[in-house]
Structures are given as structure tokens and as C-alpha cells.
């Protein structure tokens, strides 16, 4: 039997000038139908998330909804955040893409089940570039080379929370940052990637045997 997933894609409140993230949604849900995943895509995050029920996985495409500082943009609906710590509790399988540590600032399970949280004014990339990723070889289930290059941000001085297993480490800013991690939470399985900035950060095929890796641990609990 496949495994069933859901790919959140930000707009609205969740969208941001810098991503595309409809594009890179469409990257991740390809990745997953490749491997027979039965994938879903929507862009209204928070209905999505008052709709987990059925889904081992849901992956997350989107901004910061507080970004621009207006209290307007503030605040899930309490079905939604609801949804997802239900979703957490009965153990579906989370996998955060890039920009997604940023995100759902209203949600108070989302920072605490990553693991790890983009704080403005503090966290930082450099210009978007080559670069080189290194993965830790037994850190997921599935085969993926120790080594490979791709064209990406590399987040750097993301404020960890709580303990985790990093899968991939990229070269930071002078300092090595680890590029992906895993980390259990509650009753399930939270898989981080913090590569994904478009749809040219998936051409290496090692970034995408990175991403399939990173779901089927999401939901090998499951």
C-alpha cells in the first residue's frame, strides 16, 4: 500500500517575494509520486493542516506569515492548529523544506517539532550559489550519495530546539551548518531540509534521492 501525503504550498499570508514556493511544491510531490506516493498539493496551509486526518505525511512549502510586522497577518484558525498537534499525536510523518523554519509562527507544535526555528534579523544566507553537500551515510534508511552539488542558499545561525540526527551538512558561512536533520516529536517523525529554494535546487539527483530519503523516514514509524 502507498503511502498517502499531503504537500503544502505557501500563498497568501504564507507566500513571500523570494520563493516560488508552488514550484518547489510541485518538485517535492514529484519526488514522492516517482517512488509511487499518493501526493496531494494545496496552498491554503492552514485549511490543509485542519485536514491532516488520512495522511501519513505532510510537507510544508512556506513562508513566514509575520513577516511584515502587521498584526493582520497574525493567527491560525484553532481547527487548524488543532489539526496538525492531532496529526502529531497519532504520529504522521513531517517533512519541512527550506524556508518552512520560518514558517507557521502561529502553530505552537510547529518551531518545538522541527527542531529548529529562522529568527529575523539573526538568521541568515548567503547569495544563493554553488555548493557542496555532505550526508551522513547511515543517518537514513535510504541510499543516498555521501556526497553532491547544487545550486542553493545556504541557511546558517538557525536557533536550535531540542536534540536531532543531521542527515547533510553544507559549508555555511566559514562554519559548517547542517543542511538536513531528523528528530522524533510527540507520537511522530519530523524529517527537515533546509535546501529547496526553487526548482534549480532539485536538478542534483543527490538533493532528490536526499528528499525521499528524508519522507520514507518521516513515516517509517507510522
Known amino acids: 500500500m502507498s503511502h498517502r501525503a499531503l ?12 520563493h516560488p ?26 485549511q490543509g493542516m485542519a485536514n491532516l486526518e488520512g495522511y501519513d505525511l505532510v510537507a510544508v512549502c512556506a513562508g513566514d506569515p509575520w513577516r511584515g510586522g502587521s498584526s493582520l497577518t497574525r493567527g491560525a ?9 492531532a496529526a502529531l499525536e497519532r504520529g504522521i510523518g513531517v517533512l519541512a523544506v527550506h524556508s ?24 541568515f544566507h548567503p547569495e ?8 551522513e551515510p547511515e543517518a537514513v534508511p535510504v541510499e543516498v550519495p555521501t556526497t553532491f552539488h547544487t545550486h542553493d542558499e545556504r541557511y546558517c545561525a538557525l536557533q536550535r530546539l531540542g536534540q536531532r540526527t543531521v542527515v ?10 547542517a543542511a538536513a536533520w531528523v528528530r522524533e516529536y510527540g507520537g511522530g517523525r519530523v524529517a527537515v531540509d533546509v535546501l529547496g529554494h526553487d ?3 532539485f536538478e542534483a539527483s543527490g538533493h532528490r534521492t536526499l528528499v525521499a530519503a528524508l519522507a520514507a523516514w518521516a513515516v517509517a514509524g507510522s
Do not use: C, N
Not at 544563493?128 to 550526508?135: I, L, Y
Open 7 to 18: 504537500v503544502l504550498t505557501g500563498s497568501g499570508r504564507y507566500a513571500d517575494p523570494w
Open 21 to 46: 514556493f508552488a514550484e518547489v511544491g510541485a518538485e517535492v510531490a514529484d519526488i514522492l509520486r516517482h517512488r509511487d506516493w499518493d501526493v496531494a498539493v494545496s496552498d491554503d496551509v492552514d
Open 77 to 85: 484558525p484553532p481547527s487548524s492548529v488543532a489539526g496538525f498537534a
Open 100 to 123: 518552512a523554519v520560518s514558517s507557521l509562527r502561529d502553530y505552537p507544535e510547529w518551531a518545538p517539532a522541527l527542531g529548529a526555528i529562522w529568527l529575523p534579523e539573526l538568521s
Open 128 to 135: 544563493a550559489g554553488e555548493m557542496t553537500v555532505q550526508v
Open 168 to 177: 547533510a551538512w553544507h559549508e555555511g558561512d566559514g562554519a559548517k551548518e
Open 199 to 201: 526548482a534549480r535546487a
